[in-house]
């Protein structure tokens, strides 16, 4: 059974860079057929979508996010991984990884998602 | 940014239906997606392009969509349904992707 599962500090400092990778079971991050993605939620807020990578190397950004966030894949590890940069405490959230499939109307929805992992950014 | 408004809570009583809706303004023309999540566990999808049920997904769940409104529908709700449920779409253009805020289901 697929399985996502994030991994990364739960603590950043303000300004410094929270860096979370996905390890992938029973699915291949190189399959055309699947998008990988990130999708946050805030305390007390709404979820996120924050960014999506394809096999190909394609990658997607919510536009508000984009001058600080960089998704990428490794292969040889059946991994991708998410870095924001300069993060303040406004970023500080449950990170999910999931998986993406294009739905009958061409988007993406995702059908496979992780548990979660909080990051909280504080001194 | 679009936004999905869905409502804070339902109860119902075990056996009963429940309605759980999700409202936004390009529903007419997008799909909907619901999602399930219980406390400290992944979320998991039970409906996907409005109404089609994922095969390990129980028959009692079904989705609907009417105008510019998306409801999930948990027929002859048990306890162990109540959760978190949350609604997934796309704007018109296609840029923008927006979740609902959640509805917290109670079964008692």
């Known amino acids: 059974q697929l399985q996502l599962q994030a991994s990364g500090p739960g603590l950043v400092k303000p300004s410094e860079t929270l860096s979370l990778t996905c390890t992938v079971s029973d699915a291949s991050v190189s399959s055309s057929n699947f998008y990988w993605a990130w999708i946050r939620q805030p305390p007390g807020e709404v979820l996120e979508w924050v960014a999506t990578i394809y096999y190909n190397g394609d990658t997607y950004y919510k536009l508000s996010l984009k001058s600080r966030v960089t998704i990428s894949m490794d292969t040889s590890n059946n991994e991708f991984s998410l870095k924001l940069r300069s993060v303040t405490a406004a970023d500080t959230a449950v990170y999910y990884c999931a998986r993406a499939l294009k739905g009958g109307d061409s988007h993406l929805y995702f059908d496979y998602w992780g548990q979660g992992t909080l990051v909280t950014v504080s001194s | 940014s679009y936004e999905l408004t869905q409502p804070p809570s339902v109860s119902v009583s075990p056996g009963q239906t429940a309605r759980i809706t999700c409202s936004g303004d390009a529903l007419p023309r997008k799909y909907a997606y619901w999602y399930q999540q219980k406390a400290g566990q992944a979320p998991v999808l039970v409906i996907y392009?409005?109404?089609k049920r994922p095969s390990e997904i129980p028959e009692r769940f079904s989705g609907s969509k009417s105008g510019t409104m998306a409801t999930l529908t948990i027929s002859g709700a048990q306890v162990e349904d109540e959760t978190e449920y949350f609604c997934?779409?796309?704007?018109?253009?296609?840029?923008?992707?927006?979740f609902g805020g959640g509805t917290k289901l109670t079964v008692l």
């Open positions: 392009e409005d109404s």
């Open positions: 997934f779409s796309t704007d018109s253009s296609g840029n923008h992707v927006a």
